[in-house]
């Protein structure tokens, strides 16, 4: 991690968290001022551990609990949402490339729509469900070496990379000159992760090994020459982090309160524009 080490310099405390999917153990996640960005410390050696368990529900398609049956019906309206993005931009060939593809479900979208898919996801069990999909996933984005994609997501992938820096510069040696990177990731400068502070469900130790800003995401990618071309929000995003935070709180699920407190903060991003998600859009300059 010899690139990311002054990410982790004079880092100061912000808050201390609860792994509450996997472990219950706590946190620190600390401030580094310079990038505007949140750190969880320290890196867990065995980290794929913390990704172990069926409540993780990207790595798999269970409807089981009402938070599944939730999760499936709010990724069913951003599946179109997301096709219909990356349909809006001018390609070349329709080349995309998803990072942390989970079970398929957004590359088989995109396939019907005779984009050609390609995808990286680490979790074996992951991959399965994909591949029963006929979606074939790749564990590791160095399996590509001499690919160009006109489009490249990573839809709440960025902040599970231990390797920062070296990851982003990857992505941009994998983007054809004109293409779009398009990152979609938790912002804790939103109304509801300021609400719920260490309770808040976006932070997710540690599996979220960072924490962004609109400003370290604009620093970070100009680091490799590249500048984020639109930012637009993830208004859904609001209403599902707050109901788990209200079950972290309260170790009680309140779906009307949290669809209070979702509402309050897409209000109040009206104005600030720090929506609980953000997708950012981003092109070399």
Known sequence: ???????????????????????????????????????????????????????????????????????????????????????????????????????????????????????VEPNPSARNIALKKGIDLKENISDFTNEKFDVITLWHVLEHMENLKTTIKKLKSLLKPKGRIVVAVPNYKSCDANFYKEHWAAFDVPRHLWHFSQFSIHKLFSEVEMIVDETLPMK???????????????????????????????????TSSEYSSLIYIIKNY
């Open 1 to 119: 991690m010899e690139n990311e080490k002054e990410l982790y310099k004079n880092l100061v405390p912000f808050l201390n968290c609860k792994d509450h999917t996997v472990s219950g153990e706590f946190f620190e996640v600390m401030k580094n001022e310079e990038y505007e960005m949140l750190v969880t410390s320290p890196v867990p050696s065995d980290l794929d551990s913390y990704y172990k368990s069926d409540n993780y529900i990207s790595h798999t398609d269970s409807k089981k609990s009402f938070i599944d049956k939730i999760y499936q019906i709010v990724k069913s309206y951003t599946l179109k949402r997301k096709l219909s993005l990356i349909n809006s931009f001018e390609t070349e060939e329709k080349q995309l490339l998803d990072i942390g593809a989970g079970t398929g479900d957004f590359l088989k979208t995109c396939k019907k729509k005779n984009w050609k898919v390609f995808g």
């Open 236 to 270: 859904f995003d609001s209403f599902y982090v707050a109901l788990l935070s209200e079950k972290y709180k309260t170790g009680k699920l309140k779906p009307f309160l949290a669809l209070h407190r979702g509402f309050a903060s897409n209000l109040n991003a009206r």
